[in-house]
Protein backbone atom coordinates (compact mmCIF):
# COMPACT_ATOMS: atom_id res chain seq x y z
CA UNK A 1 0.00 0.00 0.00
CA UNK A 2 1.37 3.58 -0.36
CA UNK A 3 2.75 5.83 2.17
CA UNK A 4 -0.09 7.43 3.47
CA UNK A 5 -0.94 10.59 6.44
CA UNK A 6 -3.81 9.33 8.35
CA UNK A 7 -5.94 11.07 10.16
CA UNK A 8 -9.18 10.22 12.52
CA UNK A 9 -12.38 11.75 13.90
CA UNK A 10 -12.97 13.59 16.93
CA UNK A 11 -15.86 12.10 17.85
CA UNK A 12 -18.24 8.96 17.08
CA UNK A 13 -20.02 9.37 14.31
CA UNK A 14 -17.45 11.60 12.27
CA UNK A 15 -15.71 10.31 9.82
CA UNK A 16 -13.84 7.58 10.79
CA UNK A 17 -10.36 7.50 8.97
CA UNK A 18 -9.27 9.57 6.28
CA UNK A 19 -6.15 8.86 4.39
CA UNK A 20 -3.86 11.18 2.12
CA UNK A 21 -1.12 11.23 0.65
CA UNK A 22 2.04 13.77 0.42
CA UNK A 23 5.10 13.88 -0.79
CA UNK A 24 7.73 16.41 -2.04
CA UNK A 25 10.39 14.46 -5.15
CA UNK A 26 9.76 11.25 -3.09
CA UNK A 27 8.58 7.52 -4.91
CA UNK A 28 6.20 5.04 -3.83
CA UNK A 29 4.28 1.92 -4.85
CA UNK A 30 0.88 0.81 -4.57
CA UNK A 31 1.16 -3.14 -4.05
CA UNK A 32 -3.14 -3.13 -5.09
CA UNK A 33 -2.36 -1.59 -8.56
CA UNK A 34 1.33 -3.33 -8.81
CA UNK A 35 2.65 0.24 -10.51
CA UNK A 36 5.19 2.77 -9.67
CA UNK A 37 3.98 6.55 -8.60
CA UNK A 38 6.25 9.21 -8.44
CA UNK A 39 5.66 12.37 -6.67
CA UNK A 40 8.47 14.04 -9.12
CA UNK A 41 10.34 13.57 -11.69
CA UNK A 42 13.30 14.70 -13.80
CA UNK A 43 12.11 17.38 -16.51
CA UNK A 44 14.98 15.05 -18.76
CA UNK A 45 13.34 12.15 -18.70
CA UNK A 46 11.30 10.23 -21.55
CA UNK A 47 11.41 11.72 -24.68
CA UNK A 48 12.71 15.69 -25.37
CA UNK A 49 10.43 15.87 -28.32
CA UNK A 50 6.84 14.74 -26.45
CA UNK A 51 4.43 17.13 -25.08
CA UNK A 52 4.08 17.33 -21.87
CA UNK A 53 2.41 20.86 -20.62
CA UNK A 54 -0.92 21.03 -21.62
CA UNK A 55 -3.72 24.17 -20.74
CA UNK A 56 -6.57 23.19 -18.82
CA UNK A 57 -9.61 21.62 -20.55
CA UNK A 58 -7.01 19.65 -22.96
CA UNK A 59 -6.97 15.65 -22.98
CA UNK A 60 -3.96 13.95 -21.60
CA UNK A 61 -2.18 11.54 -24.46
CA UNK A 62 -3.72 8.51 -24.36
CA UNK A 63 -3.16 6.17 -21.22
CA UNK A 64 -2.60 2.45 -20.86
CA UNK A 65 -3.87 0.93 -17.38
CA UNK A 66 -1.43 -1.61 -15.99
CA UNK A 67 -3.97 -2.96 -13.35
CA UNK A 68 -4.82 -6.63 -13.57
CA UNK A 69 -8.55 -5.82 -13.61
CA UNK A 70 -8.46 -4.03 -16.34
CA UNK A 71 -4.73 -4.91 -17.82
CA UNK A 72 -4.32 -2.24 -21.89
CA UNK A 73 -7.39 -0.88 -21.37
CA UNK A 74 -6.79 2.77 -22.72
CA UNK A 75 -8.29 5.97 -21.22
CA UNK A 76 -7.27 10.27 -21.19
CA UNK A 77 -7.57 12.47 -18.32
CA UNK A 78 -8.78 15.91 -19.09
CA UNK A 79 -8.05 18.27 -15.76
CA UNK A 80 -10.61 21.02 -16.46
CA UNK A 81 -10.78 23.67 -13.27
CA UNK A 82 -8.50 24.09 -9.96
CA UNK A 83 -9.75 25.93 -7.70
CA UNK A 84 -8.20 26.23 -3.95
CA UNK A 85 -10.51 25.89 -0.47
CA UNK A 86 -10.51 27.93 2.27
CA UNK A 87 -10.27 27.09 6.31
CA UNK A 88 -13.76 27.34 6.94
CA UNK A 89 -14.31 24.46 4.25
CA UNK A 90 -11.41 22.21 6.05
CA UNK A 91 -13.03 23.00 9.48
CA UNK A 92 -16.45 22.14 7.71
CA UNK A 93 -15.21 18.73 6.32
CA UNK A 94 -15.80 16.77 9.45
CA UNK A 95 -12.26 15.80 9.01
CA UNK A 96 -10.19 16.00 12.07
CA UNK A 97 -7.13 18.27 11.71
CA UNK A 98 -3.46 16.16 11.66
CA UNK A 99 -1.27 17.81 13.83
CA UNK A 100 1.83 16.17 12.64
CA UNK A 101 0.85 17.77 9.23
CA UNK A 102 0.07 21.53 10.63
CA UNK A 103 -2.63 23.41 8.71
CA UNK A 104 -4.27 22.14 5.55
CA UNK A 105 -6.84 23.68 2.83
CA UNK A 106 -8.41 22.19 0.35
CA UNK A 107 -7.97 21.62 -3.36
CA UNK A 108 -10.60 20.94 -5.57
CA UNK A 109 -9.51 19.45 -9.47
CA UNK A 110 -12.70 18.84 -11.36
CA UNK A 111 -11.54 16.52 -14.12
CA UNK A 112 -13.07 14.40 -17.10
CA UNK A 113 -12.24 11.01 -17.48
CA UNK A 114 -12.51 8.95 -20.64
CA UNK A 115 -12.53 5.44 -21.87
CA UNK A 116 -11.33 4.58 -24.70
CA UNK A 117 -10.75 0.80 -25.19
CA UNK A 118 -10.27 -2.29 -24.03
CA UNK A 119 -11.83 -3.92 -20.23
CA UNK A 120 -14.29 -2.33 -18.22
CA UNK A 121 -12.33 0.11 -15.81
CA UNK A 122 -12.99 1.44 -12.68
CA UNK A 123 -12.78 5.72 -12.05
CA UNK A 124 -10.48 4.62 -9.44
CA UNK A 125 -8.32 3.28 -12.08
CA UNK A 126 -8.44 6.11 -13.99
CA UNK A 127 -7.56 9.04 -11.67
CA UNK A 128 -5.11 7.29 -9.23
CA UNK A 129 -2.25 9.52 -10.34
CA UNK A 130 -3.61 12.75 -10.47
CA UNK A 131 -1.18 15.13 -7.91
CA UNK A 132 -1.47 18.81 -7.15
CA UNK A 133 1.70 20.76 -6.85
CA UNK A 134 1.94 23.86 -4.85
CA UNK A 135 3.81 26.83 -5.84
CA UNK A 136 6.44 25.82 -2.68
CA UNK A 137 7.01 22.07 -5.38
CA UNK A 138 4.76 20.70 -2.76
CA UNK A 139 2.97 17.48 -4.37
CA UNK A 140 0.14 15.32 -2.36
CA UNK A 141 -1.96 13.08 -4.27
CA UNK A 142 -5.79 12.71 -3.60
CA UNK A 143 -7.97 12.66 0.02
CA UNK A 144 -9.14 9.07 0.61
CA UNK A 145 -11.58 8.63 3.12
CA UNK A 146 -11.71 4.90 4.53
CA UNK A 147 -15.33 5.12 6.18
CA UNK A 148 -17.98 7.72 5.40
CA UNK A 149 -17.29 10.87 3.44
CA UNK A 150 -15.80 14.85 3.50
CA UNK A 151 -17.93 17.15 2.86
CA UNK A 152 -16.52 19.75 0.35
CA UNK A 153 -18.63 22.66 -1.03
CA UNK A 154 -19.86 21.86 -4.35
CA UNK A 155 -17.46 18.85 -4.78
CA UNK A 156 -18.88 14.97 -4.48
CA UNK A 157 -17.00 12.32 -3.82
CA UNK A 158 -15.29 10.21 -6.14
CA UNK A 159 -17.32 6.75 -6.93
CA UNK A 160 -13.89 4.88 -6.98
CA UNK A 161 -15.26 1.98 -7.72
CA UNK A 162 -18.10 2.94 -10.35
CA UNK A 163 -17.35 0.61 -13.67
CA UNK A 164 -16.71 2.58 -16.67
CA UNK A 165 -17.28 0.88 -20.17
CA UNK A 166 -15.36 2.17 -23.42
CA UNK A 167 -16.84 5.05 -25.01
CA UNK A 168 -17.92 6.21 -21.82
CA UNK A 169 -16.74 8.93 -19.86
CA UNK A 170 -17.75 10.58 -16.37
CA UNK A 171 -17.00 14.52 -14.79
CA UNK A 172 -15.32 14.12 -11.15
CA UNK A 173 -14.50 16.34 -8.77
CA UNK A 174 -11.17 15.19 -6.83
CA UNK A 175 -10.00 17.14 -3.31
CA UNK A 176 -6.62 17.47 -2.69
CA UNK A 177 -5.18 18.87 0.93
CA UNK A 178 -2.09 21.21 0.55
CA UNK A 179 -0.54 23.77 3.36
CA UNK A 180 -2.35 26.47 4.69
CA UNK A 181 -0.75 30.04 2.88
CA UNK A 182 0.24 27.68 -0.24
CA UNK A 183 -1.31 27.63 -3.49
CA UNK A 184 -2.00 25.10 -6.32
CA UNK A 185 0.07 25.13 -9.04
CA UNK A 186 -0.04 22.55 -11.39
CA UNK A 187 -1.95 19.42 -11.60
CA UNK A 188 0.13 16.72 -12.46
CA UNK A 189 -0.54 12.75 -14.16
CA UNK A 190 2.05 10.58 -13.20
CA UNK A 191 3.63 8.07 -15.51
CA UNK A 192 6.03 6.07 -13.01
CA UNK A 193 10.03 6.35 -12.86
CA UNK A 194 10.72 6.43 -16.40
CA UNK A 195 8.62 9.18 -18.17
CA UNK A 196 8.37 12.62 -16.65
CA UNK A 197 4.86 13.56 -15.69
CA UNK A 198 2.04 15.44 -17.49
CA UNK A 199 1.16 19.18 -15.89
CA UNK A 200 -1.54 21.32 -16.59
CA UNK A 201 -0.45 24.52 -14.95
CA UNK A 202 -2.94 26.44 -13.23
CA UNK A 203 -3.57 30.14 -14.50
CA UNK A 204 -3.62 33.37 -12.28
Known amino acids: ?20 VTGCNSHSKSKKSEKSH ?3 HSSDSGSSKEKTTFRLGQASPVQK ?3 SSSSGATYTVT ?3 VQTGTKADMDNSGLKK ?6 QIPVY ?12 MELGDMDDDLIVKTDKNKRTRALIVILGQAKWPNCPAVESDKKVKAGESEKICSAFLIPEGQKAAAV ?4 GFSKAPLEWP ?3
Open 1 to 20: MRTWTRAVPAVAGALVLTVA
Open 38 to 40: AGS
Open 65 to 67: SDK
Open 79 to 81: PTK
Open 98 to 103: DEDDGP
Open 109 to 120: VWSTLEHKGGKT
Open 188 to 191: ELSR
Open 202 to 204: VTK
